[in-house]
């Protein structure tokens, strides 16, 4: 097969980007792959993407920023994506012309915006297929209408976690379009893991307010309030850095946790930890947890939708605490610094139990589904969903948990909901 990529900015730093580089990778050891990047801001990538795989923008901004359709709105790009400020006619020309020419069997788009693209301009001979590295329940109402219609029109569509696959089938009313969840893979780790023995916690991502590294601070505030020696490293640049940076100050701990700042390669960082930590209010995945586990850390995580509940097995290799607790964060990771035998065994457990989420699992999920969605298009009928037991476990045990949590919370709640808040509790899209 002959697959293409098609990516917003290639040439950045991000969880999207790492994810299609690596799955790209992983792919052009049977196949040709291309990597197809809208917008190119500089002469190399950031990060390294394999020598087997082709590159290409469509606009370069260092030559045309200032091109006079670039300084038009786009028509195309849907104007309820959270990137359509940077996207215009001219991008809507070359992405056009490029679905126009394409020669692969299958094009992947990787964000709500050119999966669009992609449904109404992606020619019927080849294969469309919708990423989506975002949940359907992120996406503002707006937006979600205007990918109802669209994303009709396309082959298939892929989730990050098991639980938003059933999110699109159930609400998004997509027939003949195949939905399925194909997990972000982690490369196989080049250094030795982690021991456990280090006295260090790690966080990594984008400072934003939605991952919650304040929580996590205040959370550690309890860890070094009983255990000094112990330091909390925060990996990552962003808006919330100064705030972050006052919080840690005002507690006093700016001698136990440190912003340490981005870095293009965090696998030295975490396996000079013992534990990894994750604070989101939400997560379409959660890459970074599985980075962790990879090189043997439990991770502390709450358990925000979609991702941590996929991919961590509470109490087994790491631990799951309500959203929004920091008393239940900070407590979570005292069980674990406070106890290294377990901290040791759940640290094997997280490295074992991750490789799911190892190139080659991943890769021959990804072979499968294109394989099986291509042959079901050159044989003029649409491509059966897959409903393996694994598949049916994962959304049953998710739906399950949530339903469970919601009973909990609404228990004793006063009967006497007002009408504006029992219709804001029905409405789902």
Known sequence: MKISFLIHNAYGIGGTISTTFNLAAALA????VEVVSVLRTRERPSLVLDHRVSLRGLVDLREEK??????????????????????SELTDQRIAAFLDKVDADVVVGTRPGLNVHLALQGPERVVRIGQEHLTLDSHSPELRTVLRGAYRRLDALTTVTSADAASYARKMRLPGVRVEALPNS???PELPPSDGTSKVVVAAGRLVRVKRYDLLVRAFAQVVAERPDWQLRIYGKGQEHARLREIITDLGLVNNVFLMGAVPHMEGEWVKASIGAASSSFEAFGMTIVEAMRNGLPVVSTDCPHGPGEIIRDGVDGRLVPVGDPKALG?????????????RRMGQAARENSRRFAPEPVVEQAERFFSEVLAAKREGRPAEPRRDGLYQSLVARRFAFRDARDARKNKGRSSSMSSDDDLSRKVEL
Do not use: I, K, T, W
């Not at 050891?29 to 040709?32: L, N, V």
């Open 29 to 32: 050891e049977r196949h040709s």
């Open 66 to 87: 200032e091109h006079p359709l670039h300084l038009r709105p786009a028509r195309v790009f849907p104007d309820s994506e959270r990137r359509y400020g940077q996207y």
């Open 186 to 188: 982690v490369p196989d």
């Open 331 to 343: 407590a979570a990771l005292l069980d674990l610094v406070n106890d290294d035998e377990r901290r």
